[in-house]
């Protein structure tokens, strides 16, 4: 990157992390009646959450689940009694929108259509430290309930002062406060009026149970589903202030480059072009995309280049360059693998590699960027609104509550969209022009600049008893991370370490972080150890899973897809895989279809059960089980960034293949609803079992093991 | 600057000025203010600015702005009656067959196409016609269901 870029953004984060910015409570909560008129609001902040925040891991900490313990949503309950809710989560397609107005909705008694969720805007919504790691259901469900469980009983209580009766007697539902021995009842509405009543949350109040759901828990169709299917919904690349620019980055030559000299002449003379120069940093902004990138096409630049490796080298490079000592925070030990191995009947010892993949939300990274009065306010589809505040904040020497970052609900993410870049660029440009600027980074600008799903080798050293019993483990990851990095069979000797890499290319979270790779060498190693010890790869499996969420899911996918299944045809292959990861469980099996002839493989039939706690939304967490398997056949199969000297070589759709219609098997998903467990998130873990799952089959179809993913990008040519 | 170039655009006129390669997209939204044809890829591989022009599907981000004057066309924005849906809108909404929703409007288009000219379609029609519009978040299996769905209410209505 550039050095503008450089010096503006830390490294991209190679796994989730949570910086802690300033808590802006008070200024926000003096705003708050201001916005929304009268009424009754909870807010709920936990006492100790700056000082939590000033101690929370920083860049490059790899301790992902420990995000600061503070609580952040607010309700408010207006005097025409609406209900407004606020959270600092962005909605990108996972359905959280609808599914956090459900559970306001559960807990306040209310009409699902009487809540309104203002999301993910940093003005008024509660600090938030981003959107991922599956943690808004698990953190914000149940803050929400204990917000507006708050809410519910300050409206108690003010008709209980106004009927001078106790408020234990009094029953809250239907939007409204009744008192069962008089008859008397009072809207929420009339109870919110002309009052401006706001507390903090109580210690404990007590919360509906999911059992006693009535709002949660229900296939609620998508809030604001009619925007979409008119287009009238705004994405940021949507926006169109009065006045707007268009703006393009020069982007340089090759990774790493640096600008040796341009010649801006020429684009100056543009009417209507803005040029920037900040160190490294070139752009340009006109009236039209079209006079931008002619702007663009007419900066004459040169750049030093330097030499750096391919996709060829890659995993020799990452065996070879990988830290001396791995640090202490990224090893397990159990037992002693030596001695495990000693004894073992089987011995298997295998090495793993995934490819660097592409999120490539189909919205690109995008922002408009506008300054009134030495303010600055950005619209931009990010994951992590408060950090991209901070970002431009220091950038422009500005007081946080100078900047406004805003996210319109957005077009996907996975992932992929933490960083700060296009609102940075944005934000420059507009400076320098004094006008709106919008910022709407190309398909090759996104293959190319953003960043991908590190690249990873995985090797495993494995040893089984006669009767099928694991009896040592041995993991070593190389460069992908360490999310799922732990088996969750029982094993009694084992050995598990991350080892970290120097970046090759830009590398961040991606859905599941490195849960798929760690998956998919555990379970494919799973498979190849089952085929030793002549036992059935779902047997085997549950003979050495001991827990019962894991059993479960095992259980439920095996027998909906009929496991185990009689081959009717050749070529026919039918795998399995399974996993636990942030909270919920998943089982994939699959089907094949390999062409002999032409080596083309064909996933006919995938069967995944999923588990994640109780249940808010089962067409919600439907559409993301079945997506999470759709998404994740793309890196399966033939999904991979091919590089060279710092290049991208497939930087547009035509070279990259995503999944498409014809691509999709026959797809069936089993949610097990387990009320009696608080719910988990479910964006990420429902990805991480398919790529094992459909390796696994393609072996049983063929006798061919690979090890690799993408498994197949040019079919299996070897067959 | 260019001449104006007439724009037949969901029942209306406009005459617009713009250099005559210009992608008809950028004219659509940039100028016309109908944002909801979107830029997914600016290559034609990814669906998500599919239009109408007389009719027929296209790549708005592929058809220069003066190829498309005179001829009718139609945007998501066009699609919706007084108020009432269309089937095909319609349809996406109550099958639930979208997630982040940026790849709807391309796919809702691409279908009012193909039911115009296979009123009845295949399984393996509709994947052959919808194959050229990416979705990201993996809805496929509800995209196939809102468009079967789709035919269903069309040809009802055609009774």
Known sequence: MSNFEEKCVPEPERYEFSAAPMHQFELARRDFFKLLGAGIAVFAIAKDALALQETAPGPRNFRSEELPKEIGAWVHVGEDGSVTAFAGKAEIGQNIRTSLTQTVADELRVPFESVRMLMADTAFTPFDAGTFGSRTTPTMTPQFRRVTAAARDLLLGVAAKEWNVAPAGLIAADAKVTDPVSGRSLRYAELARGKTLAQTL?????????????????????????????????????????????????????????????????????????????????????????????????????????????????????????????????????????????????????????????????????????????????????????????????????????????????????????????????????????????????????????????????????????????????????NSGMSGIETPYAVANQRTQFHPVPLILRSGSYRGLAATANHFARETHMDALSRAARMDPLEFRLKNASDPRLRAVLEAAAKSFGWPRKKTQEAQGFGLACGYEKGSYVATCAEVAVDRASGAVRVVRVVEAFECGAIVNPDGLRNQVVGAVIQGLGGALFEAIEFENGRIKNPHFANYRVPRFRDVPEIEAILLDRKDIPSAGAGETPIMAIAPAVGNAIFDATGVRLNGLPLVPNGLRST | MAKPIELDVNDKRYSVKYPPDTPLLNVLRDELGLTGSKYGCGEGQCGACTVLIGGAPRRSCQIPVSAAAGKPITTIEGLEKDGRLHPVQQAFLDAGAFQCAYCTSGMIMSTVGLLQTNPNPSHADIVQYLQGNICRCGTHPRILDAVRQAAKMMQERAR
Do not use: C
Not at chain 1, 343 to 356: E, S
Not at chain 1, 378 to 402: I, K, M, N
């Open chain 1, 202 to 478: 109580p210690a404990e109040d007590p919360i509906t149970p999911a059992a006693q759901w009535t709002i949660a828990g229900k296939p609620i169709p998508k809030v604001n589903g009619r925007a979409f299917v008119t287009g009238r919904h705004q994405y940021t690349p949507d926006l169109r202030p009065e006045g707007l620019l268009y703006g393009k980055v020069l982007r340089p030559a090759s990774f790493g480059a640096t600008l040796t000299s341009v010649d801006e002449a020429e684009a100056k003379a543009m009417s209507g072009v803005v040029v920037v120069r900040d160190g490294d940093f070139v752009g340009v902004a006109a009236p039209s995309e079209r006079e931008a990138q002619q702007a663009l096409d007419a900066l004459h630049a040169h750049w030093k280049e330097v030499p750096q490796i391919s996709n060829k080298e890659l995993f020799s490079y990452l065996k070879q360059n990988a830290a001396d000592k791995s640090e202490e925070r990224f090893r397990k030990q159990k037992g002693s693998v030596e001695q495990g191995l000693a004894g073992a009947a089987h011995r298997l010892d295998a090495a793993y590699t995934v490819a660097f993949i592409a999120h490539a939300p189909l919205e690109p990274r995008a922002a408009v960027a506008q300054w009134t009065d030495g303010k600055l306010t950005v619209w931009t589809g990010t994951q992590r609104p408060f950090a991209v505040r901070d970002e431009l904040a220091g950038v422009f020497h500005l007081p946080l509550s100078s900047v406004r970052v805003i996210v319109p609900d957005t077009g996907s993410a996975y992932g992929g969209k933490h960083t700060s870049d296009a609102a940075l660029e944005a934000a420059r440009l507009a400076r320098a022009a004094g006008r709106p600027v919008k910022l709407v980074w190309t398909r090759e600008e996104e293959f190319t600049w953003a960043y991908f799903r590190p690249a990873g080798v995985i090797e495993v050293k494995s040893g089984i008893a006669a009767d099928g019993t694991l009896t040592a483990w041995e993991f070593h990851n190389y």
